[in-house]
């Protein structure tokens, strides 16, 4: 039984299981046709960048996006260069100013996301591709996000790049690890400290796929805060809820209202919209080994469609 459902008939006369709106924590929506989604499950977004100015001007209807603007980086730091993530979706961080309006500064770069709407800030820290910010201009960044009250997920890659961002304070990281092996040390500590790990299993492929799944899994048993996010616009992968992504989840110990959770956090909101419900033809599996297929059949409905049974 889940928590969170509850059975219910469309307006349409459909009967089937009502569960808070989806949410794909993790897309870049300039790569995808975002209003595909609600047909396929999914009601809001988290775009982890984007071109700010075209985000500010936002989606239209559903799927609800919520934005990080452009991805913070360094002279030469990823992404600079990819051909997914021209210029405008890149803001170039050269010092540590906590001062507003310095070129190059850090403060300057969190107002011009600040200023567009952005709901978080995405910082890259991926020293696998290229350079990533000095301990000076991550903590000025921090700081300049905390006072516009914004926080910083990061996609945090390569030698030390994990435990940096769990040993400062970043509020999420956008990708579950799946560097070599962390520490038991930096596995309880990002989650005593309260950081989320969006989960995107479903980009990888053998031995990566393999570490971020035991990652994952270390980081709940330690009661950590784990959000479905697929990194929609990497590759091919399905518009709409991912079934592999959950089976994924379900691989790493996310199952039953825990996986309903995972998706239905309205994180970085700070509470669920009551508009729309996702809709599930027919009642909640009692397999927890059949829900993710289940709620990969999911629909957005306005829920003043739906009406409660007995």
Do not use: C
């Amino acid at each position: 039984m889940l928590t969170a459902a509850w059975p219910i008939r469309r307006a349409s006369g459909e009967l089937g299981t009502a569960l808070p709106a989806f949410i794909d924590h993790h897309v870049h929506t300039h790569l995808i046709d975002a209003h595909l989604l609600p047909a396929r499950g999914i009601a809001g977004v988290v775009d982890l960048g984007g071109d700010p100015a075209a985000l500010a001007r936002g989606v239209t209807g559903l799927p609800r996006v919520r934005f990080a603007g452009a991805f913070l980086t360094v002279p030469g730091g990823y992404p600079s260069g990819r051909t997914w993530a021209p210029d405008r979706v890149v803001h170039t961080v050269s010092n540590a100013s906590v001062h507003p309006g310095v070129p190059g500064g850090a403060r300057t770069a969190v107002d011009a996301q600040a200023d567009a709407g952005a709901a978080v800030i995405k910082v890259a820290m991926n020293a696998d591709a290229g350079p990533v910010p000095s301990d000076d201009v991550l903590t000025a960044l921090l700081a300049a996000a905390h006072e516009r009250g914004l926080p910083v997920v990061a996609h945090a890659q390569g030698a030390g790049q994990v435990e940096r961002a769990i040993d400062a304070g970043v509020a999420a990281l956008a990708h579950t690890p799946s560097d070599t092996g962390l520490s038991r040390r930096a596995l309880r500590r990002a989650a005593d400290t309260g950081q989320i790990w969006i989960s995107t299993l479903d980009i990888h492929r053998g031995p990566p796929r393999e570490r971020a799944i035991s990652h994952l899994r270390a980081f709940a048993d330690r009661g950590g805060r784990v959000l479905y996010g697929t990194d929609l616009g990497n590759g091919s992968l399905p518009l709409g809820v991912n079934r592999r992504e959950l089976l994924a989840l379900h691989q790493a110990g996310i199952r039953g209202d825990a996986l309903v959770a995972s998706l239905t956090d309205p994180w970085p909101a700070p509470a669920r919209t009551d508009a729309v419900r996702s809709f599930v033809e027919g009642p909640a599996p009692t397999d927890p080994t059949d829900l993710a297929t289940w709620l990969s059949r999911a629909i957005v409905v306005p829920t003043e469609e739906l009406t409660r049974v007995d």
